[in-house]
């Protein structure tokens, strides 16, 4: 199973109606085609200054502070994330940061060994998959984005946070395991989450700001529970899609 996303998770109740914006929510990635004008995702490649290369400065000491002061550290928290950089420091990887590495800390409730156990394997099922080059090698086909949508609501939840929201509820579940297989399945959903991820990186640059959390909606309304709970083939692929 691929490693889940780190992100925290909230009901769709929660989210409905808490957006700081006083519009309509307005999907970021539509299931119908937006005119140019309305568009609000970013262009589908994926440039370096999204996904560079780890920096050999990017544990420094100001990179560190930043983290830190960002996050709100005590002295002990400060310390454990130290050293997890230093042990970290063979991995050349983009997401080798402290604010990412901060992330597996947080999962693991800053048990150092745990945490980095945890991000080694990150980094190489991403590595031996090629995941950070998908969004820009790869478009998923035109029937799988209208099957099985995903987005990000335009605004942000009564956190500060954004909310990207998938549609399971609208996917035929049987019928595209039949039509596109397994691993398009995965390979698609792989590449929804990739292209946000993307996308959420430009928005805060663009804006100069920062987000602690992702919000994520399942929304699973419409989904046919009888045709799904017996297949055990879609049960299986749908835990790896999630």
Same mark, same amino acid.
């Given at each position: 199973?691929?490693?889940?996303?780190?992100?925290?998770?909230?009901?769709?109740?929660?989210?409905?109606?808490?957006?700081?914006?006083?519009?309509?929510?307005?999907?970021?990635?539509?299931?119908?085609?937006?005119?140019?004008?309305?568009? +609000? $995702? @970013?262009?589908? /490649?994926?440039? %370096?200054?999204?996904?560079? *290369?780890?920096?050999? =400065?990017?544990?420094?000491?100001?990179?560190?502070?930043?983290?830190?002061?960002?996050?709100? +550290? $005590? @002295?002990?928290? /400060?310390?454990? %994330?130290?050293?997890?950089? *230093?042990?970290?420091? =063979?991995?050349?990887?983009?997401?080798?940061?402290?604010?990412?590495?901060?992330?597996?800390? +947080?999962?693991?409730?800053?048990?150092?060994?745990?945490?980095?156990?945890?991000?080694?394997?990150?980094?190489?099922?991403?590595?031996?998959?090629?995941?950070?080059?998908?969004?820009?090698?790869?478009?998923?086909?035109?029937?799988?984005?209208?099957?099985?949508?995903?987005?990000?609501?335009?605004?942000?939840?009564?956190?500060?946070?954004?909310?990207?929201?998938?549609?399971?509820?609208?996917?035929?579940?049987?019928?595209?395991?039949?039509?596109?297989?397994?691993?398009?399945?995965?390979?698609?959903?792989?590449?929804?989450?990739?292209?946000?991820?993307?996308?959420?990186?430009?928005?805060?640059?663009?804006?100069?700001?920062?987000?602690?959390?992702?919000?994520?909606?399942?929304?699973?309304?419409?989904?046919?529970?009888?045709?799904?709970?017996?297949?055990?083939?879609?049960?299986?692929?749908?835990?790896?899609?999630?």
């Amino acid at each position: 199973m691929a490693p889940s996303m780190n992100a925290t998770i909230r009901t769709e109740s929660i989210c409905r109606g808490c957006l700081e914006s006083d519009d309509e929510p307005v999907l970021i990635f539509r299931e119908k085609q937006q005119s140019k004008e309305s568009a +609000l $995702s @970013p262009p589908l /490649t994926t440039h %370096s200054s999204v996904f560079p *290369r780890k920096p050999v =400065d990017v544990w420094s000491d100001e990179s560190i502070h930043e983290t830190v002061s960002f996050w709100e +550290l $005590s @002295p002990a928290e /400060t310390k454990i %994330s130290r050293d997890l950089g *230093r042990r970290l420091e =063979d991995l050349d990887y983009h997401q080798n940061t402290p604010d990412n590495v901060l992330r597996f800390l +947080l999962a693991r409730s800053f048990k150092l060994h745990a945490a980095e156990r945890m991000f080694r394997k990150m980094v190489a099922w991403r590595m031996a998959h090629n995941v950070a080059s998908i969004p820009k090698e790869t478009r998923p086909h035109q029937e799988l984005l209208d099957r099985y949508p995903g987005a990000v609501l335009q605004g942000r939840d009564k956190d500060g946070d954004l909310v990207f929201v998938s549609r399971t509820g609208s996917l035929d579940g049987p019928g595209t395991l039949r039509r596109f297989g397994r691993e398009q399945m995965i390979h698609y959903c792989i590449w929804l989450r990739e292209f946000i991820c993307e996308w959420i990186v430009t928005f805060e640059q663009e804006h100069g700001m920062k987000m602690r959390h992702r919000a994520i909606i399942e929304d699973q309304h419409g989904l046919p529970l009888l045709h799904v709970i017996p297949n055990r083939p879609l049960l299986s692929a749908f835990g790896e899609m999630l």
